[in-house]
């Protein structure tokens, strides 16, 4: 800087507090860049109530949490330097940029500082980014600032928080991000459903490529955390696939969570995998066919559990599963912060969804780390994103299955966060290495 830089300070969230604090103590700033900041430690403003869900990432028990770590008693909150909004005095404040996420706790912290500033005289703008939870800033690459900033801006926030509309709001985003592949696929796309039993058919989607060999087959189970997603969400990773691969995928609508809970979901992947088996010529195998599964994240858990429980199988591929209810992995420990958008919080709030009771986790169908016995398990490839709580359930999985002498290759997807493998119209890169080890992987079997 020389003697005519104009300087000013920026912060999100925790670090927009700070900012905004220090321009009541540093009078000669030029300006300040306040992101989706929190200015006050009470809980008063309707924004607070609105998401109190862990679906955004920071509803008020998390807040608190990073309350009791911040502050040294109940008393800091009435302190004016901490909780801004409380200020008396805006005399020589800067100029201010408010950046606010339309579905974030702490939005109307941001309408309240805003319309206090500008009560006393000082010039600010807030540019409201629509449809996007806190944590959007700080998406670790270029990709997850794109998906906030560009993607999600064209979805109004939910008026009431509701599992069908999380749904619903899921499917849309996802057909928007990956708009750009929409008729990419030139080959047979089938709707079918399979009965599992005299009152249950089960959806599936059989994707046959134009140029398809009958060397592979693969049955597909899509993530969210048992609770969200469905086929619609993954179609364009799973076209891509199919095309790569020149092989038939067959994507498995098994039923959601709450309203069907633990084991119900896993046993809806068992049965149509096994009727799939029984019957591959139907679905555009021959005898010679070498059939496998994949998933991933919560589907990545059901790939691999089914892979325990029918021995016919010839391959497994895992994205970032979730192999372990019990947590307590190094990476569920070191990615707890919201910008990595699945945390402890929000496995949790699936978990509570997916499981009946806490026996549940114990079982190694739902817990397939806690397996003894690998017998007849497939080989496997593992794809793990680097900045996932999930992220060490591969590592130990592998290990376990490496032990007992099953063919296996991980392959490390670097900065990347847990949620990429479904929007290749975001993750393009991420995507296209992904794809990549796939097809090597089928290809080497």
């Known amino acids: ?12 969230s925790a670090g927009a507090l700070i ?16 992101v989706s900041g929190q200015f006050d430690f009470f809980h008063k403003f309707p924004s ?84 996007v939870i806190h944590p959007f800033f700080s ?5 997850a600032r794109t998906y906030a900033t560009f993607i999600l801006e064209n979805f109004p926030a939910p008026k009431t928080f509701t599992l069908g509309g999380m749904r619903e709001r899921s499917e849309n985003v996802h057909e928007k991000v990956n708009e750009k592949f929409i008729g990419t696929f030139k080959g047979i796309e089938e709707e079918r459903k399979i009965k599992i039993d005299e009152n249950i058919e089960i959806p599936i989607t059989v ?29 364009t990773i799973v076209n891509m696939l ?19 809970k633990y084991p119900i979901w896993l046993d809806d992947g068992c049965e149509v995998t096994r009727q799939i088996l029984a019957n591959k010529t139907a679905y555009g195998a021959d005898e010679n066919t070498k059939i496998g599964v994949a998933g991933d994240s919560a589907g990545g858990l059901i790939a691999a559990s089914v892979c325990h429980t029918i021995k016919k199988l010839d391959f497994q591929i895992l994205v970032y599963g979730a192999f372990d209810f019990a947590g307590g992995t190094e990476s569920y420990k070191e990615f707890t912060s919201p910008e990595h958008v699945l945390t402890p919080a929000v496995i949790g709030w699936f978990t509570s969804n997916a499981l009946r009771d806490e026996n549940d986790k114990k079982d190694p169908r739902a817990s397939v780390l806690l397996y003894e016995s690998f017998e007849g398990v497939p080989a496997c490839l593992f794809i793990v994103a680097e900045l996932d709580p ?11 299955l490496e032990k007992a002498g099953i063919k ?34 089928m290809d080497s079997l």
């Open 48 to 131: 607070r109530q609105e998401f109190n869900k862990h679906i955004f990432v920071i509803p008020i028990d998390v807040l608190d949490w990073f309350t009791s770590n911040a502050l040294r008693n109940e008393d800091d909150k009435n302190d004016s330097r901490v909780s801004i909004l409380l200020n008396k005095s805006f005399n020589s404040l800067p100029t201010c940029l408010f950046i606010v996420a339309e579905l974030d706790p702490l939005r109307d912290d941001s309408y309240n500082y805003q319309e206090l500033l500008e009560k006393a005289g000082v010039k600010t703008k807030l540019v409201l980014i629509k449809g």
């Open 408 to 441: 296996t290759k991980l392959v490390l997807l670097k900065n990347v966060i847990h949620s990429f493998f479904s929007l290749p119209g975001i993750y393009e890169k991420n995507c296209a290495q992904t794809i990549e080890a796939v097809k090597e992987f």
């Open 207 to 235: 994707y046959t490529p134009a140029d398809v060999t009958k060397d592979k087959m693969v049955i597909f189970f899509h993530g969210g955390g048992w609770t969200l997603a469905s086929r619609k969400t993954h179609q």
């Open 242 to 260: 199919a095309d790569a691969t020149k092989s038939v995928w067959i994507s498995v609508e098994y039923r959601l969570a709450p309203e069907h």
């Open 1 to 12: 800087a020389d003697e005519n830089t104009k300087i000013g300070v920026a912060g999100d």
């Open 19 to 34: 900012a905004a604090s220090i321009c009541h103590t540093i009078k000669n700033l030029d300006f300040q860049i306040l």
């Open 139 to 143: 998406n670790p690459g270029d990709e």
């Open 390 to 400: 999930l992220r060490d359930d591969s590592y130990a999985y592998q290990k376990k």
